[in-house]
């Protein structure tokens, strides 16, 4: 006779289940929003090419990560 599943369900299923992927998503968005301030401070004094760069390259980075690559 095969074991009942249902106590992992309910794990699954149970809204107070602690979420890590909250404070991960956090940070992410704490360091995209400081790499964009520096990136847009870079293009303010004159580095344009260096800002533009920074700005595509951490919005190809955020886009992996949340695709999940």
Known sequence: MAEDDFGLWERELDSRAPDDE?????????????TATGCTAMIALG????????L?????????WRIGM
């Open 22 to 34: 909250a404070s991960g998503a956090r940070g992410m968005l704490l360091v995209a929003g400081l």
């Open 47 to 54: 580095e344009v090419p260096l800002g533009a760069a920074g």
């Open 56 to 64: 595509v390259l951490s919005s190809i980075i955020l886009l992996l």
